[in-house]
């Protein structure tokens, strides 16, 4: 059996204490965030819905910066003017709404549009200088008239330091703020997230802007990010949903020199990666972390989508979260991928291991006692104490290796995933609320 | 909005007498069950487990029978041996057990084979002439010795009269007997059907055997029951899990005379399809029945796939059942699947109504204060009552009707689908305690 605990820390405090530690912004950005509050159009309510408005700007405009965007074909408007965004020559920054996302609305795009208007007057920038980017309820509308209202203030709140307040003011059902960093040559990369809830292939309800100091050509950045995005927030799943809204945005303010490719690459792989984890961790009613490492399949994406069947399948994840190793519905996971998909299986040259110990071999299942109970106890040694965290207790996974032994296999993946617990049923039955 | 309530019955008593009167086997056909208890190999427990075998039996050999497995390409070795006896002359019955669906051990198919070899001798039958089936933990060994023994006792205890004793053996977290009937020229239509989680696109640990003593040919019963079978079992999802061991089997006893085969198929269709709402309604811990029906989709298959991904989102079924209209999630859920399909979508062609009431048209949402409270309403006013239901309380379902309005759209297809809820989450949670 694995041990490999690593206690992180023992308090909210001490938690947001190292993301100061870490968050210091690159040279030539600045942020601020905003609360605010309004009554919804669509649903009555005795007191107001509290917003926050967070703002991320350059010091100067710039040419390079890149994004990705969910493949939901129902995007939101920030969506579906963010891709437009991608063919500006230069932009300045991005302005993110929690709360509502501006999705299929009548006056989406415009309202969208209405705020960006604005936050140039007030910048003195062009409105297609700026990404908007907003998460929450889909299907209302945006209040716009309150937010255009604060933007004076947003504005003025500009401060370079530490991008903790932006990491905080884009939370929705998160409950703590995620930010990761890298030095890379002689700067840096910062990068903030939220998702918490149907987070899933193309990075469901998940938000993520990454700043950097770096300078890069524009199409190598864009190129990067492609790739790292796969391996990282794609490569995440709770639910199997993908919003209306996934964003990932990477800015340079290109103020440090250039450093290789590979170097820079490998340095947002692991800011992104580790985000990724950070937000599964803080997944809705997120009890163990899941990591389905899969190898041996015919490809990347087989192993990939084997990888989220295993993480996605509620049998698979209920059983975890009672701590039952039902090893079992690993198998029949795996199965009922393939099934669906025409893959065809050697059960013979599958190997299956939880936490280390085989549960399946040469086409069978290798159980017996004692292994149940080690497998119980190694459950629950990797679960998160408590229901509503307010901070990560530690660095545990629940780890699946899956050798698939197809002949031509050289497609290796790694998922992440979170058990279905109660607290996920409960956050998501009234989330509105 | 719409006013359907049926009552259907007001204890479980009733609900039994009522299977009694519709239960009465078709001529030819004889049932029987017996308990055992077993000591698993692979899990320390303080006291035996509970079994029980169940055997369905016609009178004489028949050639007249088809049967269609789960697509899982880790099947049980029922499955296995089941696919086989499709190109068996003549078969004369199945036998059942639960908690165990024998799926992947190294002795399997071995097993299941020297049960038949024994039932075969007690009946003075050829083993060949058995269909196995066998449903519940993955992975765990038949305890064939025990089972071996209780045969003489289940021949011994063959009877003609209903299928409800057959129906109740077979169940392993359902809480009621599934049984449905009707009358088709002469003759009848009885099946049973077990499931409860896990149930999805493939039948998914989803056992149903379906009798009747109306004259057909082999080929054309063949064909009729794999239509109906896409309609019905293959068109409810619970989990989006689709289980090693899904069986359904039809055999008749040829002791009436034919009917047109438009009058078998409805005959036939109208009894799964009310099991698979009924396998539904009992799913572990399912609060609201779903049923999606969408229109306008390129093909049947298209129309679905989109009903499955709206039923089996986690989002859109946890809303359901915090009895929150949280409609957004609905649209997500279609432009989630068209996304990861390369489907293309018209927004503006699209219409979703919950409970009759429009909540998406011309390309916006159609939201305010009193339609919500409408349809909190009435998303309350359809759910079952009680956590543990022991008989199905009333017909409700919750109405999701989609228009696709594709250019090419004649693609129609109704899904049934379950809220997920606490109570399923604790039922998986240790599922074999």
Redesign the interface.
């Known amino acids: 059996m694995e041990k490999n605990k690593l206690e992180l820390y023992n308090s909210k405090e001490e938690y947001l204490k190292d993301l100061e530690k870490r968050g210091k912004l690159p040279e030539g950005f600045k942020t601020s965030v905003v609360s605010l509050e309004f009554f919804p159009?669509?649903?009555?309510v005795e007191k107001p819905l509290p917003m926050k408005l967070s703002l991320l700007m350059l010091d100067k405009p710039t040419s390079v910066f890149g994004a990705v965007f969910?493949?939901?074909?129902?995007?939101g408007a920030p969506v579906i003017i963010g891709k437009e965004r991608l063919l500006s020559d230069k932009v300045r920054g991005v302005i993110i709404n929690n709360k509502i996302?501006n999705?299929?609305?009548?006056t989406?795009v415009k309202d969208s549009n209405m705020l960006l208007e604005h936050l140039a007057k007030e910048t003195g920038c062009l409105p297609q200088e700026f990404f908007p980017s907003s998460t929450g309820?889909?299907?209302?509308q945006l209040p716009v008239k309150d937010m255009v209202q604060n933007i004076p203030r947003l504005v003025s709140a500009l401060a370079p330091g530490t991008g903790v307040n932006l990491a905080e003011g884009i939370m929705t059902t998160d409950t703590f703020p995620k930010l990761r960093s890298a030095e890379v040559g002689d700067g840096c990369i910062v990068a903030v997230a939220k998702g918490a809830?149907?987070i899933e292939?193309?990075m469901?309800t998940m938000l993520s802007f990454i700043m950097t100091d770096i300078s890069m050509e524009r199409d190598i950045i864009r190129d990067i990010l492609k790739r790292v995005v796969e391996k990282t927030y794609n490569s995440i799943s709770v639910?199997?949903?993908?919003?209306?809204s996934d964003t990932v945005i990477i800015m340079s303010s290109c103020e440090k020199k250039k450093v290789s490719e590979k170097e820079f690459e490998d340095a947002l792989y692991k800011v992104c990666l580790d985000l990724s984890v950070d937000i599964v961790r803080n997944s809705e009613g997120c009890g163990h972390v899941v990591k389905a490492s899969v190898t041996g399949a015919s490809d990347f994406e087989t192993a990939r989508n084997i990888g989220k069947a295993i993480v996605?399948?509620?049998?698979v994840s209920?059983?975890i979260?009672?701590n039952?190793p039902?090893?079992?519905?690993l198998?029949?996971?795996?199965?009922?991928y393939?099934?669906?998909n025409n893959?065809?299986?050697n059960?013979d040259k599958i190997s299956i291991s939880l936490g280390g110990d085989i549960?399946?071999e040469k086409?069978?299942?290798r159980?017996?006692?004692e292994k149940?109970?080690r497998l119980v106890h190694y459950l629950k040694s990797r679960v998160l104490d408590s229901d509503h965290k307010t901070f990560p207790e530690h660095n545990y996974t629940v780890n699946i290796d899956v050798n698939l032994g197809m002949s031509s296999g050289n497609g290796n993946a790694t998922v992440f995933g979170s058990d279905?617990?109660?607290g996920?049923?409960?956050e998501?039955?009234?989330?509105?609320?």
Chains 1, 2 share one sequence.
Not at 326 to 329: K, Q
């Open positions: 159009a669509e649903r009555p969910t493949r939901n074909k129902c995007p996302s999705v299929c609305t009548e989406g309820i889909i299907g209302w809830g149907m292939p193309n469901a639910d199997g949903d993908q919003s209306t996605n399948s509620p049998l209920t059983a979260f009672g039952d039902n090893v079992g519905r198998l029949s996971s795996i199965g009922d393939a099934g669906n893959i065809e299986l059960k549960v399946f086409g069978a299942f159980l017996d006692q149940e109970l279905l617990s109660y996920y049923v409960r998501n039955a009234d989330y509105r609320s």
